[in-house]
């Protein structure tokens, strides 16, 4: 069979052509395989393959146009083309070297349309009668993407300029389009527009939706979005999150609507209970403010009938019963554990719903006795926990003031010449209060000032310059460390290098004053390397798995896992195992273990009559990259941790289970069997060394 011709266009059935090795895309996640597919569908490939001759006779592998290759086997799965499909590919005939500089070429020196000529084409198809969905098929993006672009385009003018000529992200402008309102975008951009928060697309967002509410508040969820749209209500979907929450921009008539149910609720309580007075606070909690002039008072609630007390002692008994009954509860069988759950629960809640009465009101106190009506979380309404009366405060407050005797003397009861008396400590702390009370509120309204005064406090706590307040609680201490001695951490020496590059040229005067003026002077990105690094080292320590009955040591934080999703941490690329930080310190079932995860089950079999010790050393080189194996199992090994090391996916209700990170092929945990056989030699070679 005569060879074809190199460096030319052919045209190669489908099911000939496979992904090559030294292609550099490896990760399939985000590229939209899905979306192309339907724009080939739709187009046809509108660009061809670049392939070489593969060792099998009659196959090639693509070394440049991966995805492409991955949508056209996906409409192969779907039966929307044939296996016999002809594909356009340019042949080539070199070593892998050059294939996987050619790949790099194609995916990196390439120059995308940009968002706003992007935007431009969508509204000139949109202004032609084009439908979002025919558009989205055309240029294989989702529906949601081209109604987010669109959004785009109805940016106020000089914003709309600034994404063009490079001056703003995309991610900044997106903020700005969470409104399409042009008089609240600019009334936010000509307010930042000198203000390190200017390029902060969280801190754009949240003033332009300051005056707004969120479908999901408390607030909303009582009001309803039927009756709130019948009112006249807006609302506004922002087109750039995932998640299905949006905006009510009419927040008065949210909040009238609200509060009209909210009255409701607390006229029929105060007709049904016989407390005096029953106050509507449209909040998830009772604020402070609403109680400051009140008297909470505590009241013992009625006492159980002999009906009552006889079941909460049957009760009881079954409690003290369930208690006995767990110390012998076989913690791995699933189903035991769960009726038994089951029961607890009952009995613990039957025996709380019993003395969750309501308290015996004295007849002297209920003509002044009260309490306030909330909203929960779920929008319902309920009765906040807690009595109040305004008379026992009132009647305190009359005592204070004729014991403490101010206001009290007559004028000119002191000598003309006399030295004043100095101020009470009653009215210096109050008067101190104020004051600060003074400088709250301006500070609040100076978020840049603000700003550069949280910083620094927590920058310049600890550092020793004499007995000078900074006069904030705020603070970013380092979290006690319980260990004998540090562990080895790469990363851990990257943050002290890290430490090193940050600007301290403020920390050398010796007042507060003059360190904070010296700060408040940095530009914005010394500042926010400052304010990064500090939080950085508040960070405490946790697990990537749940914490077993019994076992010490730190938990899963689910906010540290979220953190590193947004982030996209590969822990891998950080740290590896070495027989010093791992491999010496776990069994060897716990090594072969490891094995059978990124080699399968041949591989580990190899390793089973090696001694602990040449079994820790063989795993370091294996982990390492350092064992010559096939390349599916080196790729897994270099990307596996620990568990313990990993950080968990999240599912929709926040519980996860620590996963691998993503890396590059299939997951270590399914590393292909076959492949492993082949390298069985190899490895064997290497554990007799």
Same mark, same amino acid.
């Given at each position: 069979?005569?060879?074809?011709?190199?460096?030319?266009?052919?045209?190669?059935?489908?099911?000939?052509?496979?992904?090559?090795?030294?292609?550099?895309?490896?990760?399939?996640?985000?590229?939209?395989?899905?979306?192309?597919?339907?724009?080939?569908?739709?187009?046809?490939?509108?660009?061809?393959?670049?392939?070489?001759?593969?060792?099998?006779?009659?196959?090639?592998?693509?070394?440049?146009?991966?995805?492409?290759?991955?949508?056209?086997?996906?409409?192969?799965?779907?039966?929307?083309?044939?296996?016999?499909?002809?594909?356009?590919?340019?042949? %080539?005939?070199?070593?892998?070297?050059?294939?996987?500089?050619?790949?790099?070429?194609?995916?990196?020196?390439?120059?995308?349309?940009?968002?706003?000529?992007?935007?431009?084409?969508?509204?000139?198809?949109?202004?032609?009668?084009?439908?979002?969905?025919?558009?989205?098929?055309?240029? &294989?993006?989702?529906?949601?993407?081209?109604?987010?672009?669109?959004?785009?385009?109805?940016?106020? /003018?000089?914003?709309?300029?600034?994404?063009?000529?490079?001056?703003?992200?995309?991610?900044?402008?997106?903020?700005?389009?969470?409104?399409?309102?042009?008089?609240?975008?600019?009334?936010?951009?000509?307010?930042?527009?000198?203000?390190?928060?200017?390029?902060?697309? /969280?801190?754009?967002?949240?003033?332009?939706?300051?005056?707004?509410?969120?479908?999901?508040?408390?607030?909303?969820?009582?009001?309803?979005?039927?009756?709130?749209?019948?009112? &006249? &209500?807006? %609302?506004?979907?922002?087109?750039?999150?995932?998640?299905?929450?949006?905006?009510?921009?009419?927040?008065?008539?949210?909040?009238?609507?609200?509060?009209?149910?909210?009255?409701?609720?607390?006229?029929?309580?105060?007709?049904?209970?016989?407390?005096?007075?029953?106050?509507?606070?449209?909040?998830?909690?009772?604020?402070?403010?609403?109680?400051?002039?009140?008297?909470?008072?505590?009241?013992?609630?009625?006492?159980?009938?002999?009906?009552?007390?006889?079941?909460?002692?049957?009760?009881?008994?079954?409690?003290?019963?369930?208690?006995?009954?767990?110390?012998?509860? /076989?913690?791995?069988?699933? =189903?035991?554990?769960?009726?038994?759950?089951?029961?607890?629960?009952?009995?613990?809640?039957?025996?709380?719903?019993?003395?969750?009465?309501?308290?015996?009101?004295?007849?002297?106190?209920?003509?002044?006795?009260?309490?306030?009506?909330?909203?929960?979380?779920?929008?319902?309404?309920?009765?906040?926990?807690?009595?109040?009366?305004?008379?026992?405060?009132?009647?305190?407050?009359?005592?204070?003031?004729?014991?403490?005797?101010?206001?009290?003397?007559?004028?000119?009861?002191?000598?003309?010449?006399?030295?004043?008396?100095?101020?009470?400590?009653?009215?210096?702390?109050?008067?101190?209060?104020?004051?600060?009370?003074?400088?709250?509120?301006?500070?609040?309204?100076?978020?840049? %000032?603000?700003?550069?005064?949280?910083?620094?406090?927590?920058?310049?706590?600890?550092?020793?310059?004499?007995?000078?307040?900074?006069?904030?609680?705020?603070?970013?201490?380092?979290?006690?460390?319980?260990?004998?001695?540090?562990?080895?951490?790469?990363?851990? =020496?990257?943050?002290?290098?890290?430490?090193?590059?940050?600007?301290?040229?403020?920390?050398?005067?010796?007042?507060?004053?003059?360190?904070?003026?010296?700060?408040?002077?940095?530009? /914005?990105?010394?500042?926010?390397?400052?304010?990064?690094?500090?939080?950085?080292?508040?960070?405490?320590?946790?697990?990537?798995?749940?914490?077993?009955?019994?076992?010490?040591?730190?938990?899963?934080?689910?906010?540290?896992?979220?953190?590193?999703?947004?982030?996209?941490?590969?822990?891998?690329?950080?740290?590896?195992? =070495?027989?010093?930080?791992?491999?010496?310190?776990?069994?060897?079932?716990?090594?072969?273990?490891?094995?059978?995860?990124?080699?399968?089950?041949?591989?580990?079999?190899?390793?089973?009559?090696?001694?602990? &010790?040449?079994?820790?050393?063989?795993?370091?080189?294996?982990?390492?990259?350092?064992?010559?194996v096939a390349p599916e199992v080196k790729q897994a090994a270099l990307a596996w941790v620990p568990e313990a090391m990993r950080f968990r996916v999240l599912g929709d209700t926040g519980a996860g289970e620590a996963q691998p990170d993503e890396g590059e092929g299939e997951s270590p945990n399914e590393a292909p069997e076959p492949?492993? =056989?082949?390298?069985?030699?190899?490895?064997?070679?290497?554990?007799?060394?």
């Amino acid at each position: 069979m005569r060879s074809p011709p190199v460096n030319d266009i052919q045209m190669i059935p489908l099911s000939k052509l496979r992904l090559s090795e030294a292609n550099v895309r490896k990760n399939d996640s985000n590229l939209f395989i899905e979306e192309l597919a339907a724009n080939i569908e739709a187009k046809g490939l509108l660009q061809n393959l670049i392939v070489v001759p593969a060792k099998r006779r009659g196959f090639f592998d693509v070394t440049a146009g991966g995805r492409r290759l991955r949508a056209l086997n996906a409409l192969l799965e779907a039966g929307k083309v044939a296996k016999t499909h002809e594909v356009p590919c340019k042949v %080539i005939d070199t070593d892998s070297a050059e294939q996987s500089e050619l790949s790099l070429i194609e995916n990196v020196i390439r120059l995308d349309m940009t968002p706003t000529d992007e935007i431009r084409a969508y509204k000139h198809f949109v202004n032609e009668g084009s439908d979002l969905d025919a558009i989205a098929k055309r240029f &294989g993006r989702t529906r949601r993407f081209i109604e987010g672009r669109l959004r785009l385009a109805d940016l106020a /003018d000089p914003i709309f300029a600034a994404l063009e000529e490079g001056q703003i992200t995309l991610d900044v402008a997106k903020a700005y389009a969470t409104t399409p309102n042009h008089e609240r975008q600019m009334m936010v951009w000509n307010e930042l527009a000198d203000s390190w928060q200017g390029n902060q697309p /969280d801190s754009i967002r949240r003033m332009i939706t300051h005056s707004a509410v969120r479908s999901s508040s408390p607030m909303a969820r009582l009001a309803g979005e039927a009756e709130y749209l019948a009112a &006249g &209500g807006r %609302i506004e979907r922002d087109l750039f999150t995932e998640d299905s929450n949006e905006t009510w921009i009419d927040a008065e008539i949210a909040q009238r609507i609200a509060g009209e149910k909210l009255q409701a609720f607390a006229t029929e309580v105060a007709e049904t209970s016989g407390y005096a007075w029953v106050r509507p606070v449209l909040e998830s909690r009772v604020p402070y403010a609403a109680t400051e002039d009140l008297h909470q008072v505590h009241l013992e609630p009625a006492p159980l009938t002999d009906k009552e007390q006889a079941e909460a002692d049957r009760l009881l008994e079954t409690i003290s019963a369930l208690e006995a009954e767990s110390d012998g509860l /076989d913690e791995d069988d699933e =189903t035991a554990a769960a009726d038994f759950q089951s029961r607890w629960e009952a009995a613990t809640e039957a025996y709380d719903a019993l003395h969750d009465k309501p308290p015996v009101i004295p007849e002297e106190m209920k003509a002044n006795l009260g309490c306030f009506v909330i909203v929960r979380e779920n929008g319902e309404p309920a009765i906040a926990h807690g009595l109040y009366s305004d008379k026992p405060l009132e009647k305190r407050k009359a005592r204070g003031s004729d014991a403490s005797g101010e206001g009290s003397a007559p004028d000119g009861g002191g000598d003309a010449g006399s030295a004043p008396k100095p101020l009470s400590q009653k009215l210096v702390e109050e008067l101190a209060v104020q004051r600060r009370d003074i400088l709250s509120v301006n500070l609040a309204a100076n978020p840049a %000032i603000a700003l550069d005064y949280m910083i620094f406090a927590i920058a310049d706590a600890g550092l020793t310059y004499g007995a000078q307040a900074l006069g904030t609680t705020i603070r970013a201490p380092s979290p006690s460390l319980y260990l004998a001695s540090y562990p080895e951490s790469p990363a851990h =020496t990257l943050m002290a290098d890290m430490r090193e590059t940050l600007d301290t040229a403020w920390t050398e005067h010796e007042r507060t004053v003059e360190r904070f003026t010296a700060f408040s002077a940095l530009d /914005d990105e010394a500042k926010a390397a400052w304010l990064a690094w500090c939080v950085a080292r508040t960070l405490e320590a946790s697990m990537g798995v749940a914490r077993k009955p019994g076992q010490s040591g730190p938990e899963p934080i689910e906010l540290h896992d979220h953190l590193a999703s947004l982030m996209e941490i590969n822990v891998a690329n950080h740290w590896r195992p =070495t027989s010093a930080n791992y491999f010496d310190r776990v069994s060897k079932q716990t090594l072969l273990a490891h094995v059978t995860e990124v080699g399968g089950p041949t591989m580990a079999a190899i390793f089973m009559g090696a001694k602990k &010790g040449d079994l820790s050393a063989s795993c370091k080189k294996l982990f390492a990259g350092e064992t010559i194996v096939a390349p599916e199992v080196k790729q897994a090994a270099l990307a596996w941790v620990p568990e313990a090391m990993r950080f968990r996916v999240l599912g929709d209700t926040g519980a996860g289970e620590a996963q691998p990170d993503e890396g590059e092929g299939e997951s270590p945990n399914e590393a292909p069997e076959p492949d492993v =056989t082949d390298a069985a030699d190899e490895v064997r070679e290497t554990v007799d060394a």
